[in-house]
């Protein structure tokens, strides 16, 4: 089976690439499963019902998400709804939502999605790692193909997980940094592996937002409301085979267009 794992996606820019897009690389990319990180889809910052509703509606099975998850206090009723927007799994075991799930792809096969979150540069959240271990233990009797976003800043963090769980999961996928690596690889026990998959968002921009508003932080070190830029977007992430028998990754390839919207 073909996953197709899709960036953040930052703002409208960002949603009306994926709107654009997944429904062609659907029949032409011939994935069976959708999965995208959502947190930076409305204004740049959070996601709210009605931006997951048409991403979801464009053909994304599952949505990942962040530590902008709570930007949009709307979400908060939605997440605790649905079983196909992730926050974090190792966010406090209180906060609301949930931080895995498993849906069947087109091609008929379950899929197990897991949402981490990296501690380095990011925040207190409870150890990912730890977190992983428990849910593969929930996991493993329902879905041999697991999909794993490891949302963080720094790469050290990421290749550690993907290193942590090589064998035991199909793919590590980072998202975060909005910004697409080149380190996609198949592991020596095979898992599929990329630091970060990049974004679905405005393309002459500082990672989705208007290029002057965050040169004027940089240069005047003054507060400055961020906005998400315009003109054409990038639509980044990976394409991922796996052989569904056994969970393993076979080939992993990185994808980036650009789509005017
Ligand atoms: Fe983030």
Redesign the pocket.
């Known amino acids: 089976m073909r996953v197709l794992f899709l960036g953040d996606v930052v703002g409208k820019p960002g949603r009306r690439a994926v709107v654009e897009s997944v429904p062609h690389l659907l029949a032409t990319a011939g994935a069976d499963f959708v999965i995208a990180n959502c947190?930076n889809a409305s204004g740049g910052v959070g996601v709210d019902p009605r931006a997951a509703s048409e991403l979801l509606k464009a053909g994304v099975d599952v949505l990942t998400s962040?530590?902008?998850i709570w930007a949009k206090r709307d979400i908060v009723e939605y997440l605790r709804d649905s079983d196909v927007l992730l926050r974090p799994l190792n966010f406090v075991p209180a906060s609301p939502g949930r931080g895995f799930t498993v849906k069947r792809s087109r091609s008929g096969v379950d899929v197990a999605v897991v949402n981490l979150i990296g501690r380095v540069f990011m925040g207190n959240y409870d150890c990912p790692f730890r977190a992983v271990d428990a849910a593969l233990e929930t996991l493993r009797p329902r879905a041999r193909v697991v999909v794993v976003d490891m949302?963080g800043e720094a790469t050290s963090e990421k290749v550690a997980m993907g290193w942590y769980l090589d064998g035991r999961v199909s793919a590590v996928i980072g998202s975060?940094t909005h910004v697409q690596t080149a380190d996609e690889r198949i592991l020596p026990r095979g898992t599929a592996y990329l630091s970060d998959a990049g974004m679905c968002g405005p393309r002459d921009s500082v990672i989705g937002v208007k290029r002057e508003l965050v040169l004027d932080r940089f240069l005047t070190q003054m507060p400055t409301r961020f906005e998400v830029a315009t003109g054409p977007a990038l639509l980044q992430g990976a394409l991922v085979d796996v052989d569904e028998g056994s969970g393993r990754a076979t080939a992993i390839q990185r994808i980036q267009q650009t789509v005017d919207v």
């Open positions: 947190e962040g530590n902008h949302h975060h």
